[in-house]
């Protein structure tokens, strides 16, 4: 059967899910006389850990000789990596290094590099010594040419130890920070170009000092700063406490259904950053608390680069895979014309997990039909939405076939939906949130309101306002929408997704246009495999299939907020250097209208400019 029988028939007869150990939606809504919203869990949060460097001391002891983080060797070699004991030996090793150097909770060490199994040791070690890590996105030394976000981001922790994985790759961010601050230490795992190798620090032979430091830490003490994405302005740094994390984890705990298998050994395949709290936080403390392998995954959801996750995965079959939206799609391409990789995706997965951007319907059915024709079951697909200040605060812990859900909040989270305009606008309070930004008292007033509830920006409605247990839904974001000329508001967060379902399998990704214009208008990213599978005179038969399909949705979209005026077809790939996909995955729309003013302005031209298709 083709994929379009596959849809067909689970639709028609959709067969049961793989079960979801989770606790069933309990929530508490009370609403004041001015239309505000506080939701609470009726779940109480469950066992969390006293630090991450505690957790580790923890499950390096209970299982030592365990794979922990693995990475493959350059041209897609075998993997390699350590155990939990060769990692707490190298953190011990670290911390211990740190401490004869007179390293404290005032200080810091910022990392440039990805994610690799160095770069988690050093993590780790920062942990146990109490020192925080400020792990920074690679593209801020590599790709910028005037390094003002590194620079920023330097001048705003101000480190006396800066680690990349390469010295050569990174020598001239070296050179840009050992000019602000010529006594900084500068380690990387070669040890060349006047850097520390890190296997001096790894060796270093701990002491009782170590033991004593990792005592000192608690709830309250600063594990790491994460920078905010930077998209509307310099990222701003944020405190990320232990107590933090652990919320988190106690959140969950708190919805878990059933005791944990202790025989079971989780497997993962991560790609997202550790400079976010996605990966950096959620999914790299999961792993540790779950005592399960962590695979790195060099691969990214853009072209050129996903072929990497494709081999990883008809190799390693996660229990749980996690991505951006766009990596969902371009997976469902891949499985729809190869079942090898498709049995090993299928073969333990029990969950499947979108963040940062709303997953479109149509992705999701697809996914499920491959679901379905390799396991005759439905997979649950579950989300957890938050931001850096924030963490985790709330999650989909329960079977539902809609997406697009927030879910409801985390045990020990309170959120407050407070009315703006005609939307619900999101603000949370809870031990996963942060105390404020580093270093910036004005910023950090600015975002909490008068009860300490910070501010997501983020807007969200009932599912159903009747019945709250069925969640919350993602509203867009209250600063990436936009009026029309006749004041109609442009949802943004909500019209994307539904224009790249209707276009399905035909685009990639949208960026919607309009603010103060007549109509929304769209530039669309094709798909490269589908534009393929056109073959001869493909653009022209693109724009045919586009037109047709933009009409249909046109028709059963209701107001004007809700219809493309206008659409352009990109001639290239979206960019993660010019910052148009985060390295998170994720479209900036702000980014690419900038980037694509031009395209974005022949949308609106009278009469309207090259390549735009009016509807």
């Given at each position: 059967m083709s994929p379009a029988d596959d849809l067909a028939a689970v639709a028609a007869a959709p067969p049961p899910f793989k079960p979801l150990p989770q606790k069933a939606p309990d929530v508490t809504i009370e609403k004041t006389a001015d239309g505000t919203y506080y939701v609470r869990s009726n779940h109480p949060p469950g066992e969390g850990p006293r630090s991450i460097a505690h957790l580790l001391a923890e499950r390096a002891a209970a299982h030592p000789d365990r794979p922990y983080i693995l990475q493959r060797s350059p041209g897609h070699g075998p993997w390699g990596g350590v155990t939990y004991g060769e990692a707490k030996r190298a953190a011990d090793g670290v911390a211990q290094w740190l401490l004869d150097r007179g390293f404290t909770g005032a200080d810091s060490v910022m990392v440039l590099s990805a994610n690799s199994v160095e770069h988690a040791l050093v993590m780790l070690g920062c942990y146990t010594a109490g020192v925080p890590i400020a792990p920074i996105s690679p593209a801020y030394s590599l790709i910028s040419s005037d390094h003002a976000k590194l620079k920023h981001c330097f001048a705003t922790v101000k480190p006396r130890a800066v680690f990349a994985q390469s010295s050569a790759m990174f020598a001239r961010a070296f050179e840009t920070l050992r000019a602000l601050d010529p006594s900084l230490t500068f380690v990387s795992v070669d040890g060349e170009n006047g850097t520390t190798a890190l296997s001096e620090l790894t060796s270093t032979a701990s002491t009782a000092d170590v033991e004593t430091a990792r005592e000192r830490i608690g709830h309250a003490t600063v594990a790491k700063y994460l920078f905010t994405s930077g998209s509307t302005g310099m990222p701003k740094?944020?405190?990320?406490?232990?107590?933090?994390?652990?919320?988190?984890?106690?959140?969950?705990?708190?919805?878990?259904?059933?005791?944990?298998?202790?025989?079971?050994?989780?497997?993962?395949?991560?790609?997202?950053?550790?400079?976010?709290?996605?990966?950096?936080?959620?999914?790299?403390?999961?792993?540790?608390?779950?005592?399960?392998?962590?695979?790195?995954?060099?691969?990214?959801?853009?072209?050129?680069?996903?072929?990497?996750?494709?081999?990883?995965?008809?190799?390693?079959?996660?229990?749980?895979?996690?991505?951006?939206?766009?990596?969902?799609?371009?997976l469902a391409e891949a499985m729809e014309a190869d079942p090898v990789l498709r049995r090993s995706f299928f073969k333990n997965l029990r969950s499947m997990g979108y963040g940062g951007a709303t997953l479109s319907t149509d992705v999701s059915a697809r996914m499920q039909a491959l679901a379905i024709a390799e396991t005759g079951y439905r997979i649950p697909l579950v989300t957890m939405y938050g931001a850096t200040e924030t963490q985790g605060i709330t999650v989909v812990h329960w079977i539902t076939e809609r997406v697009g859900l927030i879910g409801l909040p985390l045990p020990g989270i309170t959120l407050k939906l407070v009315p703006n305009g005609t939307k619900l606008e999101v603000r949370v309070k809870g031990p996963t949130v942060t105390s404020g930004y580093h270093n910036d008292p004005e910023k950090t007033a600015a975002a909490f309101d008068e009860e300490g509830f910070y501010k997501l920006g983020d807007a969200c409605r009932f599912l159903d306002p009747d019945d709250p247990s069925q969640g919350l839904v993602f509203d867009g974001r209250v600063t990436e929408d936009f009026k029309l000329d006749s004041g109609t508001w442009v949802s943004v967060g909500t019209l994307r997704p539904d224009i790249v379902a209707a276009c399905s399998p035909y685009v990639l990704d949208v960026v919607v246009a309009g603010q103060d214009k007549p109509f929304a208008g769209a530039l669309i990213w094709p798909s490269p495999a589908a534009m393929a599978g056109l073959g001869e005179a493909a653009p022209a038969k693109l724009e045919a299939i586009l037109r047709e399909r933009l009409a249909a949705f046109n028709a059963t979209a209701g107001g004007s907020s809700r219809r493309i005026g206008r659409f352009v077809v990109l001639k290239d790939l979206p960019s993660i250097d010019a910052g148009e996909i985060t390295d998170k995955g994720y479209v900036n729309q702000r980014a690419a209208l900038e980037r694509r003013h031009a395209e974005a302005d022949a949308l609106y031209a009278q009469p309207p400019g090259a390549g735009v298709v009016e509807l």
């Open positions: 740094g944020v405190p990320q406490t232990h107590g933090m994390f652990a919320g988190v984890i106690a959140g969950g705990e708190g919805l878990r259904d059933e005791p944990a298998d202790p025989n079971l050994v989780p497997q993962s395949l991560e790609w997202m950053p550790w400079s976010h709290i996605s990966a950096g936080n959620i999914g790299f403390n999961g792993v540790l608390w779950a005592g399960g392998t962590l695979h790195l995954d060099e691969g990214k959801p853009i072209a050129g680069m996903f072929e990497t996750t494709i081999k990883n995965l008809t190799e390693i079959s996660p229990m749980g895979f996690g991505s951006a939206p766009v990596a969902f799609g371009m």
